[in-house]
């Protein structure tokens, strides 16, 4: 992912800086000199890769240089860049690290934060506290979005996340996607409760911007609901008059075969045959039809009863229900409409 930032020259420019004297060519330097920086944005390290990386280093050696800045000039270091290839030194029992002393600039601040953010592995809470420490900086969100490759609003997003509640701040230290936190504070804004009730009684991994749109239909839903007040019986028969009306009206009172619809003594509406355009085939009107689409070589059913979190897309319903996707109608081809 450092791609975007080697093409744009950030990082080698860096390390192309003047050095001041003492500053020069890598030397060895004893890693039990060294110290981790506490500002170090990455908290946690995968010990899958750690280990993987210490394998590597033990046969081939550290490739490249780690940069560490002297402290309180009694011969340590404090790491600026490479603590994860620090770290796999020690676990492949180097006693020695390869490394080029800078003096920590404003820049090179930038760049470790950068470097981090643009690196896999890091937690969505990380990321957020690397975006806020650019932010306190001095860096706009134009100039952040610019060095990490990001549009403003994703940068906003991150920023963002130091100032929700403490129950989804706990969320993106689980790496609960930031779009997915986004959705969900601003429905903590007006529904705390029942937000608190969700993430209580969610799976961190569980907590995505489908189950957050699917948490935001319901309470629109209830909200409606509660403004609307209970139905009583009187008002439930005045509907089903109503809605014969309004099936009568639709089909002009007669069908093209010569029927009306009407209510069964269940309560049901018995739809009216309607002819087809070309004559030749009767239809049963009225019982419902399921939208099938694909997306991306998927085949899916599209979910009318539930809305996405913008007007751009909808969601659809994959493999039978196992897994429902928000996607945007503009890459959505419509199949088939099934009866139900």
Same mark, same amino acid.
């Given at each position: 992912?450092? =791609?975007?930032? @080697?093409?744009?020259?950030?990082?080698? %420019?860096?390390?192309?800086?003047?050095?001041? $004297?003492?500053?020069?060519?890598?030397?060895?330097?004893?890693?039990?000199?060294?110290?981790? !920086?506490?500002? *170090?944005?990455?908290?946690?390290? %995968?010990?899958?890769?750690?280990?993987?990386?210490? !394998?590597?280093? =033990?046969?081939?050696?550290?490739?490249?240089?780690? #940069?560490?800045?002297?402290?309180?000039?009694?011969?340590?270091?404090?790491?600026?860049?490479?603590?994860?290839?620090?770290?796999?030194? @020690?676990?492949?029992?180097?006693?020695?690290?390869?490394?080029?002393?800078?003096?920590?600039?404003?820049?090179?601040?930038?760049?470790?934060?950068?470097?981090?953010?643009?690196? !896999?592995?890091?937690?969505?809470?990380?990321?957020?506290?690397?975006?806020?420490?650019?932010?306190?900086?001095?860096?706009?969100?134009?100039?952040?979005?610019?060095?990490?490759?990001?549009?403003?609003?994703?940068?906003?997003?991150?920023?963002?996340?130091?100032?929700?509640?403490?129950?989804?701040? *706990? /969320?993106?230290?689980?790496?609960?996607?930031?779009?997915?936190? =986004?959705?969900?504070?601003?429905?903590?804004?007006?529904?705390?409760?029942?937000?608190?009730?969700?993430?209580?009684?969610?799976? $961190?991994?569980?907590?995505?911007?489908?189950?957050?749109?699917?948490?935001?239909?319901?309470? #629109?839903? %209830?909200?409606?609901?509660? $403004?609307?007040?209970?139905?009583?019986?009187?008002?439930?028969?005045?509907?089903?008059? %109503?809605?014969?009306?309004?099936?009568?009206?639709?089909?002009?009172? !007669?069908?093209?075969?010569?029927?009306?619809?009407?209510?069964?003594?269940?309560?049901?509406?018995?739809?009216?045959?309607?002819?087809?355009?070309?004559? #030749?085939?009767?239809?049963?009107?009225?019982?419902?039809?399921?939208?099938?689409?694909?997306?991306?070589?998927?085949?899916?059913?599209?979910?009318?009863? *539930? /809305?996405?979190?913008?007007?751009?897309?909808?969601?659809?319903?994959?493999?039978?229900?196992?897994?429902?996707?928000?996607?945007?109608? =503009?890459?959505?081809?419509?199949?088939?409409?099934?009866?139900?």
């Amino acid at each position: 992912m450092l =791609s975007s930032l @080697k093409e744009a020259g950030a990082l080698n %420019d860096l390390m192309r800086m003047p050095r001041t $004297a003492g500053q020069g060519s890598p030397r060895d330097i004893p890693i039990d000199l060294i110290e981790p !920086d506490p500002e *170090q944005p990455r908290k946690h390290f %995968d010990e899958e890769k750690l280990a993987s990386l210490a !394998d590597s280093i =033990s046969v081939q050696g550290v490739l490249q240089p780690i #940069t560490v800045q002297p402290l309180n000039g009694d011969g340590r270091h404090l790491i600026i860049m490479g603590e994860r290839r620090y770290r796999a030194a @020690k676990r492949a029992g180097l006693q020695s690290i390869p490394a080029i002393e800078r003096e920590m600039t404003e820049e090179l601040r930038m760049a470790q934060l950068t470097e981090n953010v643009q690196r !896999d592995g890091l937690t969505t809470f990380e990321i957020a506290n690397a975006v806020s420490a650019m932010r306190e900086a001095g860096k706009s969100r134009g100039e952040i979005a610019s060095a990490l490759g990001w549009g403003e609003s994703e940068v906003s997003r991150f920023a963002a996340v130091l100032g929700m509640p403490v129950l989804l701040q *706990q /969320l993106a230290e689980k790496d609960v996607p930031v779009r997915a936190l =986004s959705d969900l504070y601003a429905l903590w804004k007006k529904n705390p409760d029942e937000v608190e009730e969700f993430v209580q009684t969610s799976d $961190a991994g569980d907590v995505s911007r489908v189950t957050v749109a699917r948490l935001r239909s319901r309470l #629109t839903q %209830d909200a409606t609901d509660a $403004a609307r007040g209970p139905r009583t019986a009187e008002d439930a028969a005045g509907g089903c008059s %109503d809605q014969t009306q309004s099936v009568e009206m639709q089909t002009g009172g !007669d069908t093209a075969a010569g029927q009306t619809a009407s209510l069964d003594h269940g309560g049901t509406v018995k739809a009216p045959e309607v002819k087809s355009v070309g004559g #030749t085939q009767n239809v049963q009107a009225g019982r419902g039809a399921a939208i099938i689409c694909r997306h991306g070589g998927a085949t899916g059913r599209l979910l009318t009863d *539930q /809305l996405a979190s913008n007007s751009k897309s909808i969601l659809v319903s994959f493999e039978n229900g196992s897994r429902v996707e928000e996607v945007l109608l =503009s890459e959505l081809e419509l199949i088939e409409v099934v009866a139900l």
